[in-house]
């Protein structure tokens, strides 16, 4: 049953991204990303936290993505969701049960 509650949720089409291996002529990375799959994801805002520090001023927002289970999802990838891209800080997968993954991110900048 909670199944089909994670199915109802997912509403938004999301991107994820790999950054490229490549290198330029200099030997340094690019800052190109390659889009590895598209899927239906829930995006749930879970906070909001505006800090001064260093006499800048940084908004972080962190949010939690629930995807179906993959096995192709990892820390070093970007979800994008229309113009926002999110950095994966942490994958969660409730209960072992290979039916669900919570993709713990931080908006990027």
Not at 81 to 104: N, V, W
């Amino acid at each position: 049953m909670s199944n089909k509650l994670l199915v109802n949720r997912l509403d938004k089409r999301v991107s994820f991204l790999r950054p490229t291996d490549e290198v330029d002529e200099y030997g340094e990375p690019l800052d190109d990303l390659i889009q590895v799959c598209t899927t239906w994801a829930a995006i749930e805002p879970l906070r909001g936290q505006d800090r001064y520090a260093a006499k800048q001023e940084n908004a972080e927002v962190t949010t939690r993505i629930r995807i179906r289970y993959r096995k192709d999802i990892d820390r070093t990838m970007f979800a994008q969701y229309q113009d926002q891209t999110f950095e994966i800080l942490y994958i969660i997968h409730p209960l072992l049960a290979r039916k669900e993954l919570q993709l713990m991110c931080k908006e990027r900048q």
